[in-house]
């Protein structure tokens, strides 16, 4: 496994969904950066528990879309976000991300 650097992935998740939101980025950049920095803090955990075998994939997918979820109810707080606009920003930022992700743990999580 080639290791998750935390942050290049939240940084390449951030220019992502910098991309996606463009009108909106204002408003939301603060919050955009610490969610991307907590999904690739959870891409990080799931890799260190699969090598000591403490995780199985299933858990490893449930751990991951609570943290997508958790992330997705901040950016819908953020006034004037829609759904679809938030949405969105999370598949572009997990898009940017899913390759090297996903190579790393050795299974398709994204």
Same mark, same amino acid.
């Given at each position: 496994?080639? $290791?998750?650097?935390?942050?290049?992935?939240?940084?390449?998740?951030? %220019?992502?969904?910098?991309?996606?939101?463009?009108?909106?980025?204002?408003?939301?950049? #603060?919050?955009?950066?610490? @969610?991307?920095?907590? !999904?690739? =803090?959870?891409?990080?955990?799931? @890799?260190?528990?699969?090598?000591?075998?403490? !995780?199985? #994939?299933?858990?490893?997918?449930?751990?991951? #879309?609570?943290?997508?979820?958790?992330?997705? %109810?901040?950016?819908?707080?953020?006034?004037?976000? $829609?759904? !679809? %606009?938030?949405?969105?920003?999370?598949?572009?930022?997990? $898009?940017?991300?899913? #390759?090297?992700?996903?190579?790393? =743990? $050795?299974?398709?999580?994204?």
């Amino acid at each position: 496994m080639s $290791g998750i650097d935390i942050d290049a992935i939240a940084g390449a998740m951030l %220019a992502a969904s910098k991309a996606s939101l463009q009108q909106s980025w204002p408003k939301v950049k #603060e919050y955009m950066s610490a @969610e991307a920095r907590k !999904i690739a =803090l959870t891409f990080a955990q799931i @890799e260190t528990l699969k090598q000591q075998n403490k !995780i199985s #994939e299933t858990e490893a997918h449930v751990l991951f #879309e609570m943290q997508k979820n958790a992330s997705r %109810a901040v950016l819908l707080a953020v006034k004037g976000m $829609g759904m !679809i %606009a938030v949405e969105q920003a999370i598949n572009a930022a997990l $898009g940017a991300v899913s #390759e090297i992700v996903n190579g790393a =743990l $050795g299974f398709a999580l994204i």
